[in-house]
């Protein structure tokens, strides 16, 4: 699958959003658009930071990426020691400039943020449940969701009894911030299906979605935030509540496979090495003879060296990535594209002509894009097109935050192995086992549920299929 | 005093807000548009229109003017047979983009947007008693009082006595346009501080803070919103309700002296027609000899002729504005001024030099402007300046919805009119009585609390001297 | 004719060009940017400032406002003591980057810049003369035709004589700024077709279009460049050549009837002053029983006072212009226009219903704006319009800088008196005769060469008609 | 060295330019488009586009990206069958508006256009030459010379005998197309320094600086241009020219090692193999033990999976390159870089820790960008650092269209192997050969002026040192 921040194909897995916190350290707003920054393929429709300045809660948000929606004016209004932001793609509440991120809210016992990565699958039950006990909402967001569970008791100020009651309220998969004038709370789902780490910086703390944010900015890693725990942070140190006594980890497996980046560690596994073992893997299930590995750009690169490693045979770069595509770039028409006009791939002939290709995806999700590269590479002059995919296939969709296709359209739901390889006009299809991918990550469980259909949660009035 | 979209003096009264709806008619958020358009002048920090597809409620605002935050694309994102707009200059709750209005609110009896001009006396009082209640407020905005107000009593629709209670409970100036799926809501405070007015375009209405957006459109005039009124215009027509058996008709004086186009109507008086009768009774009042009327342009023409036709002392464009000033304008540098560079505001020396000149503007603030005014006749030559105010010396802050200096920097809120003529450096300073205001407009009653502190309500927490 | 910088019904006269130097001054280029927004009216397509900071020549230019194409950063680039600008409205060579002023030269000699306003009637024969000799153009402006008129013999600098030389190989209208490293040089046509002033500001000099630049930097005003004059301003101060000594005064007429600043005086007759004339001779040469005087913004507002205060009718603000009108707006389509949506201009019925209205406007051009406005005073209730236009008929085309329409478009060259007045829809129409207009601006003889087709030049290859 | 679009250390080689045109095809523009996309690597300073419709000859240029500078309504003002492109990086000439190329002329035999990749050694000699022969240069760009030179002789039309004569007059590295409205000139020089090739498609040909932009739209590769031949194309098909006897194959090794894209075939060898080939000959070279093998993204992949493939040492994605650096980026303070905020580079700590790393990076400019990656792989925990260079040292300066620093500047010709290891911090230091170089490119010559001095033209004024 090709992974793009600007998906022209349209078939791409989204991105769901990424959580950015800073505690305790000058220029805390600064710090915040680098973090971000660090996290943008994590989500590039939107962003925002919220800041505290003494009692002053200040929000600055657009949509567009970080350098599109910050300029340093726009930086410079915000101010303090403490402030949260977001990176988004639209899950649910869809697109539109209210569901940007961080929400901020006006209280008389004080003023306060939010923002969330993750989706709720009972946030229907829940909004029902607040309208009609008097709550407005301007949003279509879970985040506005926690904020008025948090404060339907109107106790006094925020405490962390109140925040607990009402993250057990909640059912799906999240990574929270709250922040107040003087603490960050960070949440994680009991599931633990989305990451959020703690990091260290100087005298204060750093949360981020990845490790990768940590380092940008100079911060050392502490530990990941545990399923089922909030950590309030503030004047005197970190403090961790545990709201669930049910833990599981359940890690979102497409995380490792192809959301965060390769230099992000996530639960103590590094995202290449974990990628590039599932190429090794890949190998290992089913040795193929072939002159050439390719992987897909960018998100198959590692896999593709793994695959290259194991198999003896030589990893080229017979795919190429434009890496000036932006948002304005202007697309070929039908009758451009019926010409032969490429968009954002190229196959390198020299390479692949006459050759027998291996060629490495991360996954596969409607198949539009898995034939456009095999026919790509054919057009260049590959003899035989091996497709090897480093995840199993994908049968069912995410209601955790992850916008795929509707099932209807995942190619893995509507045909078998032999189909699906005839469908994207490949000589040989082979999918990286669940096994594999578990010893990839060393570890005894991940959500497979867009693998396998064990959903950890109740689905509430979210459909399989679309009726 | 030199009215300007874009304040480079900072001395300037500021335009409060605009709202329009259309009810029934096709591409109802293309007529908002050149509504809104239309409206430019009463609030240029940001705008925005909410529409109504079927169920589905979609608002397009933002910070800029009209024809900067829309364009043909975001437009295209609004169709429908009702939409509402706003456009704004901020006054309680601040700038920011959360303030930006219309809001919208999601709720499972049915999503629901609000446009509101005026400002509330008791908003903190408001609040306290809401968030008790369990509400959570995004804004620091007067119209998510309104909303949740509204919905405080969990019924299961919106309905016209939830609005007729809520509205009771609100002390201030207000015109608020409620939109459901099906209706709209038209709502004017029961002193008539805020203008309001009703049109009928083909099948369907059209709501206007003024006439000059229905003439705009092609729509009909039909009838000032009265007092204490709400009017509900559904497919059925129109129908009109009383909220308030108390009744005031104390439309705020500085409509008609500033704020408003001169091609508006307000309560059955033209505008421009009143500032020339100012201009006129101006001269009745205290007859002064000079060779020429000039008149600050642009909102004090319309006297200054008014003045010239009574006195028959030939109006001359002895002051000319640059009607290029836009946003982006960079400001000349303190060493630039002193050196002599002018700004938007040129005097005429063929037609002011060596002459005695009747200088009419429409009011006087904190006196900075006039005081520059002055002195660029007089380095243009003029021999004699007598400045003439078309209204009554400003003594007191407004609460309900303008945006004056504070108490302290008021100008004849500190000294008299021989002290203020002193400070303003002019030969001689006459200020209109409240008795030719009246005149002027043909009424018995005016808000004139700016010029007289006769406060129609309560101010509440609101202070008239800074602490 | 409705003057507009933003042409909506597309039946404006386009204002030509203007230019602005500063010599001898610090931050010569800043002052070069106020001098430009004064003359904003003159030309919206563009606009450009060539600075020289010692050798090096420094060059910012863009399609655009004055505000648009220069921000803090683009002007930051500029330095020095001297600088010329430039505003455009496209006439010879067309629109597009290629043309915008100043045009800057490289050329082992020293570097130059030039800016012109007006047009030449022999460029295709200056050009082919060049282009034979070895010359090769970037543009097809008439300005690069001067560059390589005066640097076509090879002397070893910038030297009057060739200026002079080049000069008079010109036949046509210009005020022509050449800049080098150590002076300017200000050039005007032997017919005196377009304006040019000098002025004094500290110990350094400024050349302006128009008057009303100079009082916006503070800088006195000397004397108009006399026809067929350069004056060359280095730091020994200035010196008059001539270049010839055929020499009329054929000032453009339009310049006092419609381009030209209400504040600018134009060889010694303030534009404001001569347009109050023109009402006032208007009303002499036809008296007229009306109740209102109204006239079309922006440009016959003068016009229009005096033609109330010569009949005692007074003169009421029954159009008015919405003044928010920018590039973006996003025009009514035909469906919206047949409803209803006006665009920029609104009669005011309060003001209109039932009365005898005479309309003044400064020119016809093809009639279509005129029809408009007619219509628009009827559905606003006017019971007569006798419409007033406040100089002769146009009935041949300018070759000389103004864009008109061609000569088969323009109304009066196509009917008489009375066939336009039914065209138009009013009940009568006058003009003004030839001997008023000269008479407004106290003078012997104007180019009216648009009234009566005398034109001062030979016209080469440019047609009277379109074939 | 770190390549990057948006060079953010201030340390990278500089792109020079790439050129793109299309004859006998539908929409070229538009393919022209999609062409200089593909060589946006070679140039992101500016863009432009020419296209004749007929005898309408039409340029769309400006600052910026290919993805800013056009949008649908600007690439919609091109059209017809032949068009030329430009992307630039400002080497002669310096930067600014007016050298933004295509340049496009006005003549009375033709209009025509040009565009232009390299760098001429004897401008200055030929700009003087033109200048005392009665020209006037608007840029100080190599273009606008062969523009003069071509027409120098005043004859009737664009004859390929003066096209010859006059390259024959320029000294240097150029890749040049002229457009006339009926033909495409393709012109190489003869020392063959800057790359250019044929291609076909449908009915017509295209012409680019390198394959990747043939690929993309389509386009089958032809051949190259040879150093010193000019192809001419027209309705007629090709012609092949030869205007120098002369002729060498010295393309500019740096195309190889660093420019041009890895998809890219240049001269028969794809860019991606020649650079794995590299790495492969530094390991032959001096075979180091180490645990991991870390390119410098994105330019030193190819050779790191060479280096990596030769040692059997395991290629680690330990530095990752943020994707979304953009223009509008806020760079971090200097305090902000001091607490530890990285900008575009990362480090992966959990691959480098304790490990003994090759780095591979392809060329030391400055030895800054080096040493700022040595720290950084240190403060992540690396053991050891080896680095190894995929191109001999830089010791002298480009004059033939590579912006490098002065020599003073440059860290090889400072100091020798083992100094510069000392000043990068690392822990050995290795360069490629050049006979290893010419082996990865199977051929017997390249330019390799920079690393030995052998420069294959006079150098003319073009000084070794900065004096």
């Not at 090709?2 to 805390?28: M, P, Q, R, T, W």
């Not at 028409?333 to 968009?343: A, D, H, I, L, T």
């Not at 795929?404 to 005839?422: G, H, V, W, Y």
Request: glycine fraction near 8%; charge should be negative.
């Amino acid at each position: 699958m090709l992974k793009d921040s600007l998906d022209i194909y349209g078939d791409d897995l989204h991105e769901e959003c990424g959580v950015f916190g800073v505690f305790g350290v000058e220029n805390a707003p600064n710090l915040a658009y680098y973090g971000l920054h660090a996290l943008q393929h994590r989500g590039q429709e939107a962003c925002g930071i919220s800041a505290f300045d003494g009692d002053k809660l200040t929000t600055v948000k657009g949509e567009g990426l970080v350098t599109e929606v910050f300029n340093q004016q726009k930086l410079d209004k915000l101010s303090g020691h403490i402030a949260i932001g977001h990176v988004r793609y639209s899950t649910t509440g869809g697109g539109g400039a209210m569901n940007v991120q961080p929400f901020s809210f006006h209280h008389y016992t004080g003023d306060f943020a939010l923002a969330h990565n993750g989706n709720l699958v009972n946030s229907k039950e829940l909004a029902h449940y607040l309208e009609v006990r008097g709550s407005l909402f301007h949003s279509s967001s879970d985040s506005e969701l926690l904020a008025h569970l948090v404060k339907k008791d109107k106790s006094e100020d925020m405490r962390i009894n109140n925040i607990m009651e009402a993250l057990n309220m909640l059912e799906g998969a999240f990574a929270f911030l709250i922040m107040t004038k003087n603490r960050i709370y960070a949440c994680r789902d009991k599931h633990g299906l989305r990451p959020l780490v703690l990091g260290k910086l100087g005298e204060g703390y750093v949360i981020s979605s990845e490790t990768c944010a940590l380092d940008i900015i100079g911060a050392e890693y502490v530990r990941d935030i545990e399923p089922g725990e909030v950590v309030t942070i503030d004047h005197h140190g970190i403090r961790s509540s545990r709201y669930s006594q049910y833990q599981r980890h359940l890690m979102c497996a497409m995380e490792y496979i192809y959301f965060a980046r390769p230099d992000s560690d996530i639960e103590g596994c590094n995202v290449h090495s974990f990628r590039k073992l599932t190429g090794r893997y890949l190998y290992e299930q089913c040795p193929t003879k072939a002159d050439v590995v390719i992987g897909v750009p960018d998100s198959s690169i590692s896999a593709a060296i793994g695959y290259s490693e194991a198999s003896g045979i030589p990893y080229e770069m017979g795919l190429v990535k434009n890496k000036y595509i932006a948002r304005t770039f202007i697309q070929p028409s039908q009758e451009m594209r019926e010409k032969g006009v490429r968009m954002k791939l190229s196959a390198v002939r020299s390479l692949v002509k006459g050759k027998s290709v291996v060629l490495i995806d991360d996954s596969i999700v409607r198949g539009t894009t898995s034939l456009r590269i095999v026919r790509l590479l054919r057009e260049a002059g590959a003899k035989e097109i091996h497709v090897r995919i480093a995840s199993p296939a994908i049968t069912h969709p995410c209601f955790y935050g992850i916008d795929m296709s509707t099932r209807e359209e995942l190619l893995s739901a509507r045909m078998n192995k032999e189909e699906a390889c005839r469908k994207i006009e490949a000589d040989s299809l082979e999918f990286l086992s669940e096994e594999s991918l578990l010893k990839a990550g060393n570890r005894s469980e991940l959500c497979m549920a867009c693998f396998n259909g064990c959903y950890p949660t109740s689905l509430y009035q979210n459909k399989l299929n679309k009726e």
